[in-house]
Every structure is written in C-alpha cells, then in structure tokens.
C-alpha cells in the first residue's frame, strides 16, 4: 500500500494550483515548501505585516535616505513582493511562465472617493503605475481592481506586455469586461508567448452579502451564491479561451475563500473549488486544510442542484450585490492603504526622535 497524499498533496492532484494570500516572507518560504507556486498582496497584508514591527530596521533605514511615508509604505511593498517573487521565480521558469506569479496591487487610493479623481486620470494612472510597478520583473502581475476605470486601462497595460491580476470580480458582467479588454490589449501585442492573465473572482464576501440582503434565499441555498458564480465564470473562462488559444493558460483565481460564518469548516470554499485554476488562500485557510486529514477529489464541475440554481437566479439581484460589494471593496482596500501610510508616518516619526 502506497503512502496516503497529505491533504495539500490531494488538492494539487485535482490540477489546482494554490497561491498563498500573503507576502509574509516566512510563510511564503513555508507555503513554498508545502506546494504553493504564487503569492499575492494588498493593501490589508502589508500594512498587518509592518504592525508587527519586523520591518522597523527596514523604515528606519529608507527614512535616513529623506522618504516620506507615502515613498516609504510603497517601497517596502515593493521589496516584500520582490522576496515572493525570489521564491516562486523557479517556479515560473519550470513553467515558462505560466505559473509561479506574485501580485502587486496598484495603489488602491485611486479609487478613493474622498479623493474623487476624474475618469480619466484614474484610467491613466493605472497604465503609468502598473508600467512602472511591473517594468523588469518576469514574475510579477500587476493588480488592477474591475472598476469602470481598471477596466477601461486593461487593453493599454496588455498591449503594453504587463501581465494582469484583474482584481475585486464579483460578477461575470465584470468578468466579460475585463477578459474582453484584456483579449484585445493581447491581439496589439507582437507575439503571444509571453502572454498571461488571470481574473480573481471574490467568493465569500458574496455569501456574507446574501445572508444579510437576501434572507429570503432558504438555507440549502444560503452560502451557495458565492460557489455557484465562480464555477460558472470558470466555465465560461474556459471556454472562451478554449476558443482563443494561448501558449500560456488564461486562469480564474478564486480570491477570498477563507469562510466567514461560524460552523463552516474552513476548507468549505478549497473542496468545492478543487480542480479549477488557482486558489489563493489566506494563511489560516492553508493550514486548515493540512491539519484536516482529508482527501480532495475534483468538484469543481459539480453545481448545486437544479431547484438551488432556480432559487439563486430567481431572488439574488446580481446588479444590487456587484453594486454593494464594490463600495464596500474600494473601502476595503482604501482604508487600508491610508492606515498603512499612517503607521508608517508614526514610525518615521518615531525614528526621527
């Protein structure tokens, strides 16, 4: 009798690839070694990684050099996101480059609206960061949220050659957006080769909206709406780009599955979602599924039965929820950016005294 797969083992067996929800150089090294092959970052991560205060010699050190908080906030960002990319870059290269990424969000205050940019400033702002943030790195994808401005600088960034994490999906309109700009930003390109995009589609938050705005939905169905719309985006993923070959694979990431709701185990998302693309995981999710003895078997071709879809199409207003869920995921992202650049101001304060 063969040795029984660890959990982790099981899942990467179904084809998933799993990417740690974290930057944290020693849990990137450690996810590393349990199977992991990306990272991704935002906001939330860095700033919760500075709170603990294992960077301070690195603040401290850009402060003597006259950066501001802002300068500094972005500069660690970017040295925590090149450590990540060290350890995936093998990764990437056994896999010419279809795996083995570490995300890099662009500056979520874009969309803050206290600050209340035009359109078109946005829009332009995202192509000059994200040209900037990933120029000279192989393995970096830059992170653009699927707001209307994120959106309409797709195509610019992809004929550029940046390679793209289009962030905060919630519904498939905003997928289709997305991957349509995308598919043509690719088509300006020279060559193919290099080309490579993934869409994070965000799943539990959808869950955590339904149970408070659509208590209606019966429990069976309840906790279910943020499954039933990934796997159909997946579905669709596939094949549109099943249509549209690529030398590298154009990937679904199901973001935000760590659960929310008491009594959900906490690999309820990672089992229903086994064998789709790429999961990026928080921290506590991964080790929740390797403390968990259990086997992963593919499901992510099985839908709830017909009576749930029915249930869901008839009573979740799809517009109402992407609505909501994207001002509460610019707020999510925005205010902690501004925390992040407040805590860094404190410490260079501190260290200026």
Known sequence: ??????????????????????????LVRSNRATGASGATSNP???????????????????VRQGLDQSQIAWEVTDELVRDAQQVFVPVWEETHGNDGYVSFEVDPLLEDPELNLAHAKRVSEYVRLGRAWSEGHRNRMIKVPATPAGLDALEKLVAEEVTV????????RQYRLARDAVWRGAQRRKR?????????????????????????????????????????IWAENRQYWAERPTPLAQEIVFASTGTKKPGDPPWKYVEAFAGGDIQTNPPGTNEAVARSNRSFTRQIDQLPHTGIIEEIDRLVDMEKLEAALMAEGIAKFANPQKALVALVAKKRAASLT
């Open 1 to 26: 009798m063969g040795i029984m797969p660890t959990p982790i083992e099981s899942l990467l067996a179904t084809g998933t690839k799993l990417w740690l929800d974290s930057i944290d150089p020693e």
């Open 44 to 62: 939330i991560i860095v700033a919760d990684l500075l709170a603990t205060g294992r960077f301070d010699a690195e603040i401290e050190r850009l």
């Open 192 to 232: 193919l080769n290099r080309f490579k995009s993934v869409y994070s589609i965000f799943v539990s938050r959808l869950d955590v909206y339904t149970e408070k705005a659509v208590p209606e939905l019966s429990p069976p169905a309840q906790g279910l709406v943020g499954i039933l719309n990934a796997k159909r």
């Open 165 to 172: 994490n289009v962030t905060l999906i919630f519904t498939s």
